[in-house]
């Protein structure tokens, strides 16, 4: 037993460097945000769970439990396309009196088509509408951190178009495979990552929009089943833990702290489509985001 003790008393510390810091991923249950979710509490962060489903959440709490030194992570129920559970799940974790020191706004899906619960093109309504609508609510616990960061996940996608269709947001889903759809609310990801830092310039709030890469990942399970085989092979997509080094690296790194409003591809920045860098759009979409939220 005192063999024991000794060989324990010489073994590395665990390295913890989020000890103490508190963070919130959206979609944290599947995919990339299952990934995300795990490493911050591997480096020591209290991580709360905002998903859907407490049955799938629970696998994601498990691999959280048992990391050394990982503290439980809380699920916080969550439908992004529902601003009622949307404004329940930032209200949870405002009653908890915490700071935020990191946010990932991770969710989404891709290819689904109709309208969400608060009456928005599906793709547009959970991608953009529901993570506007939780950042605006979790601002004062960002506030109140001191320094914080908002990472939100966009996609190379946001090229594939060249503005924001406004008259038709509020409509049903017009194409038949909803992949126009998704690279617009992409593109609204991307300007309201870099309409939010220009807005919190000073606070000590740093935004950062990603693009993860590629993923094979459950936010293509709404594509329609004959699309899912050709789309896989043509995009040759990468795995779940190579699509969360660039977010990790957002939400993480010191060295990107003062880095605000940028999009981030490969692990750099990287410079956006035209219409990604058109501020008046930025400042368009953040409009009709707020009136549509009040």
């Not at 309504?125 to 609508?133: D, E």
Request: proline share 7%; aromatic share 6%.
């Amino acid at each position: 037993m005192a063999s024991l003790r000794a060989t324990m008393n010489t073994l590395p510390p665990v390295s913890l460097p989020l000890a103490g810091q508190v963070a919130l991923v959206t979609g944290a249950n599947t995919g990339i945000g299952r990934v995300i979710a795990r490493e911050l509490a591997r480096q020591g962060a209290r991580v709360f769970l905002a998903c859907r489903s407490a049955e799938r959440t629970a696998e994601v709490q498990a691999e959280i439990d048992a990391l050394p030194g990982a503290r439980p992570a809380p699920w916080l129920p969550l439908e992004l396309g529902d601003f009622a559970s949307v404004g329940d799940c930032a209200q949870r974790f405002l009653d908890q009196g915490l700071p935020l020191h990191l946010l990932v706004n991770n969710a989404g899906l891709a290819g689904a088509r109709g309208l969400t619960r608060s009456g928005f093109e599906m793709a547009f309504g959970v991608n953009h509408m529901g993570h506007f609508l939780l950042t605006q609510r979790l601002l004062p616990a960002l506030r109140a951190a001191g320094a914080a960061r908002i990472v939100t996940i966009a996609s190379r996608a946001h090229r594939r178009v060249d503005g924001i269709p406004f008259e038709h947001l509020r409509e049903p889903t017009r194409s038949a495979t909803g992949i126009p759809e998704y690279s617009v609310s992409k593109l609204a990801n991307l300007l309201f990552s870099a309409e939010l830092g220009r807005r919190l310039a000073g606070s000590g709030v740093a935004t950062y929009a990603v693009h993860p890469g590629v993923v094979a990942s459950d936010i293509w399970r709404t594509v329609p089943a004959p699309l899912r085989p050709l789309f896989h092979w043509l995009r040759r997509m990468i795995t779940v833990d190579e699509g969360a080094r660039t977010p990790l690296r957002c939400a993480t790194d010191p060295a990107l702290a003062g880095q605000s409003g940028l999009y981030w591809s490969d692990g750099a920045p990287a410079q956006p489509s035209p219409a990604g860098r058109d501020e008046a759009l930025a400042r368009a979409l953040w409009q009709h985001s707020e009136d549509w939220t009040h």
